[in-house]
């Protein structure tokens, strides 16, 4: 019987021989590595390299030590890792790494393994988009290390092996985690759990490269295209990415694109607030890293006011465009408390400050924002005012009428049956005037306001709030107060009185599924910690 650790080495060698079969064809089509096309294994030294295999996984063999590549063979490495990289950080890619450092840095035909692994977000947490409970069960889950396989130039020339074995495996693997599998498909945490191995094995990767990026000096990486892949990674958000380069070598945050950009300079041009983040858990580097100004002039509070293609682009993931407005004005007024006051003074090449780019670029949006607030308030005050009107109303025609002797009414009197449904009614029927009322009180504000730039900061937000939240109350406490109208008048006819009050709920899910998400998001857009985090700790 197979033991769990020899379907792990059988799997293992599997896994390698469709590395080697990959790498067959890639050296038949380059025709420049010999091995490939002059060794082949036999059937007992295929056993031999099972048998090195189970001892490897044992710790029974140490790994080889890291061996420099020629020029050819890095080439060749460097198309098969790109080709493992781009889908996931797979084992052959991380003992191609393992192996050959310099592989990283090589560039092939059509690709560079580094740049790719800098800009495949999908291999990091933070290009993860998880829910909360989703991040909480990764948290949660073991991190996975990858193998400590490193013998993938031990079977580079094994081009072919046993279709059975495949039939094999296939059939162990499933009697063995069929079930399991099942169940943890079912609630989705082997899909988290592998999530989190490709996170491992990326950040194993990025280890790796740093260590031998660290032994460096500035010439080598200037020429190589460790800047080429710190940009990209700046532009897509890596942060994982830029945290290992820099802690390698600290120089390269210093490096700039053809613009005479920086990191942090492209981070504020593509709204990546993460990167961003970083320059506080640096507080020792920003006196070198903020001044910097690019060829147009511009320093970093310019690319933090000015709206462009770049910046729009991650405005999508917002919804409305009074939110996105928003969220521009966050950056640029949070850029601007980072750096030194003197900055908001600066002018670029064309004579403007970083103010009068802000108001320059951010006409249209604040024109969409206003009408988008408007459109929202005036289909809100109807809905607010014809609740108010309807309370109201009801406020002096109560079920069962008044006592006329005295006025009172007559499901008020005390040990009446109906004496607590009547109470409800009344608690409700109250509530929702007053909710509606201020609802509508707000909105009418949100019409009313001259629509400033700093108007979407604070003070319009704020008015949408209330009013969403008043009017959410107000429809809520009506249908309360309806279904114990309802129950006062059918005397307990439970059987019609249940369905009634089933579909009195109807309005209120659809309302809170409508338009909950949006007011959640405004609050914490509002009151949330900001797009920066000021409390980042040193990382370097």
Same mark, same amino acid.
């Given at each position: 019987?197979?033991?769990?650790?020899?379907?792990?080495?059988?799997?293992?060698?599997?896994?390698?021989?469709?590395?080697?079969?990959?790498?067959?064809?890639?050296?038949?089509?380059?025709?420049? +590595?010999?091995?490939?096309?002059?060794?082949?294994?036999?059937?007992?030294?295929?056993?031999?390299?099972?048998?090195?295999?189970?001892?490897?996984?044992?710790?029974? %063999?140490?790994?080889?030590?890291?061996?420099?590549?020629?020029?050819?063979?890095?080439?060749?490495?460097?198309?098969? %890792?790109?080709?493992?990289?781009?889908?996931?950080?797979?084992?052959?890619?991380?003992?191609?790494?393992?192996?050959?450092?310099?592989?990283?840095?090589?560039?092939?035909?059509?690709?560079?393994?580094?740049?790719?692994?800098?800009?495949?977000?999908?291999?990091?947490?933070?290009?993860?988009?998880?829910?909360?409970? %989703?991040?909480?069960?990764?948290?949660?889950?073991?991190?996975?290390?990858?193998?400590?396989?490193?013998?993938?130039?031990?079977?580079?020339?094994?081009?072919?092996?046993?279709?059975?074995?495949?039939?094999?495996?296939?059939?162990?693997?499933?009697?063995?985690?069929?079930?399991?599998?099942?169940?943890?498909?079912?609630?989705?945490?082997?899909?988290?759990?592998?999530?989190?191995?490709?996170?491992?094995?990326?950040?194993?990767?990025?280890?790796?490269?740093?260590?031998?990026?660290?032994?460096?000096?500035?010439?080598?990486?200037?020429?190589?295209?460790?800047?080429?892949?710190?940009?990209?990674?700046?532009?897509?958000?890596?942060?994982?990415?830029?945290?290992?380069?820099?802690?390698?070598? &600290?120089?390269?945050?210093?490096?700039?694109?053809?613009?005479?950009?920086?990191?942090?300079?492209?981070?504020?041009?593509?709204?990546?607030?993460?990167?961003?983040?970083?320059?506080?858990?640096?507080?020792?580097?920003?006196?070198?890293?903020?001044?910097?100004?690019?060829?147009?002039?511009?320093?970093?509070?310019?690319?933090?006011?000015? +709206?462009?293609?770049?910046?729009?682009?991650?405005?999508?993931?917002?919804?409305?465009?009074?939110?996105?407005?928003?969220?521009?004005?966050?950056?640029?007024?949070?850029?601007?408390?980072?750096?030194?006051?003197?900055?908001?003074?600066?002018?670029?090449?064309?004579?403007?400050?970083?103010?009068?780019?802000?108001?320059?670029?951010?006409?249209?949006?604040?024109?969409?924002?206003?009408?988008?607030?408007?459109?929202?308030?005036?289909?809100?005050?109807?809905?607010?005012?014809?609740?108010?009107?309807?309370?109201?109303?009801?406020?002096?025609?109560?079920?069962?009428?008044?006592?006329?002797?005295?006025?009172?009414?007559?499901?008020?009197?005390?040990?009446?049956?109906?004496?607590?449904?009547?109470?409800?009614?009344?608690?409700?029927?109250?509530?929702?005037?007053?909710?509606?009322?201020?609802?509508?009180?707000?909105?009418?504000?949100?019409?009313?306001?001259?629509?400033?730039?700093?108007?979407?900061?604070?003070?319009?937000?704020?008015?949408?709030?209330?009013?969403?939240?008043?009017?959410?109350?107000?429809?809520?406490?009506?249908?309360?107060?309806?279904?114990?109208?309802?129950?006062?008048?059918?005397?307990?006819?439970?059987?019609?009185?249940?369905?009634?009050?089933?579909?009195?709920?109807? &309005?209120?899910?659809?309302?809170?599924?409508?338009?909950?998400?949006?007011?959640?998001?405004?609050?914490?857009?509002?009151?949330?910690?900001?797009?920066?985090?000021?409390?980042?700790?040193?990382?370097?």
């Amino acid at each position: 019987m197979l033991t769990q650790l020899n379907v792990i080495i059988i799997f293992h060698c599997y896994v390698f021989r469709e590395f080697t079969f990959r790498l067959a064809l890639l050296c038949c089509w380059h025709n420049s +590595l010999d091995m490939a096309t002059n060794t082949s294994l036999s059937r007992s030294s295929h056993q031999k390299s099972l048998q090195d295999e189970s001892n490897l996984v044992a710790g029974q %063999q140490q790994p080889p030590e890291i061996t420099p590549a020629s020029n050819s063979t890095a080439v060749e490495g460097a198309e098969l %890792q790109t080709v493992e990289v781009k889908p996931r950080a797979s084992d052959v890619a991380f003992d191609l790494i393992r192996q050959c450092p310099a592989i990283s840095l090589t560039i092939d035909i059509y690709y560079i393994p580094l740049v790719g692994l800098a800009t495949e977000k999908s291999l990091y947490l933070s290009g993860s988009r998880l829910a909360f409970w %989703q991040r909480w069960i990764y948290y949660c889950l073991k991190e996975n290390k990858p193998p400590a396989s490193t013998y993938a130039f031990t079977y580079i020339s094994e081009r072919r092996q046993s279709e059975g074995n495949k039939s094999v495996i296939t059939q162990v693997a499933k009697k063995l985690l069929g079930l399991g599998s099942n169940l943890l498909n079912m609630f989705g945490i082997e899909q988290i759990y592998d999530l989190k191995s490709d996170h491992a094995n990326a950040k194993e990767l990025l280890c790796r490269i740093a260590k031998y990026i660290s032994t460096l000096d500035k010439a080598q990486i200037l020429q190589g295209v460790v800047h080429s892949a710190m940009i990209g990674a700046a532009k897509l958000g890596v942060t994982e990415f830029i945290i290992e380069m820099s802690k390698a070598n &600290p120089d390269i945050m210093s490096f700039t694109d053809e613009h005479g950009r920086n990191i942090f300079m492209i981070a504020a041009i593509y709204r990546q607030e993460k990167v961003f983040s970083l320059i506080c858990g640096i507080p020792a580097l920003t006196g070198q890293l903020l001044p910097y100004v690019d060829i147009y002039g511009n320093a970093l509070l310019h690319l933090a006011a000015e +709206l462009g293609p770049n910046s729009e682009a991650k405005l999508t993931q917002i919804s409305g465009a009074a939110l996105q407005m928003q969220r521009e004005l966050q950056w640029f007024t949070e850029t601007k408390n980072i750096l030194p006051q003197v900055h908001a003074r600066y002018t670029n090449n064309k004579m403007q400050t970083a103010k009068q780019i802000f108001d320059e670029t951010h006409k249209d949006l604040r024109k969409q924002g206003e009408e988008w607030m408007k459109q929202l308030a005036s289909s809100s005050t109807v809905v607010g005012t014809l609740i108010m009107t309807i309370m109201f109303a009801a406020a002096f025609t109560v079920p069962g009428g008044n006592d006329q002797n005295n006025g009172f009414p007559i499901f008020l009197t005390s040990g009446h049956k109906h004496e607590v449904a009547f109470m409800i009614f009344i608690i409700s029927d109250a509530i929702s005037l007053f909710a509606s009322s201020t609802s509508v009180l707000m909105f009418l504000g949100i019409l009313t306001t001259r629509y400033a730039m700093e108007d979407f900061l604070t003070s319009l937000p704020n008015k949408l709030i209330i009013g969403l939240s008043t009017l959410f109350i107000s429809i809520a406490t009506m249908m309360a107060a309806f279904c114990a109208s309802l129950v006062i008048m059918l005397q307990g006819r439970l059987w019609i009185i249940i369905p009634i009050i089933l579909l009195a709920s109807i &309005p209120i899910t659809l309302f809170a599924w409508l338009q909950f998400p949006l007011l959640v998001e405004v609050i914490v857009s509002t009151y949330g910690a900001g797009i920066f985090d000021r409390k980042m700790k040193p990382w370097i």
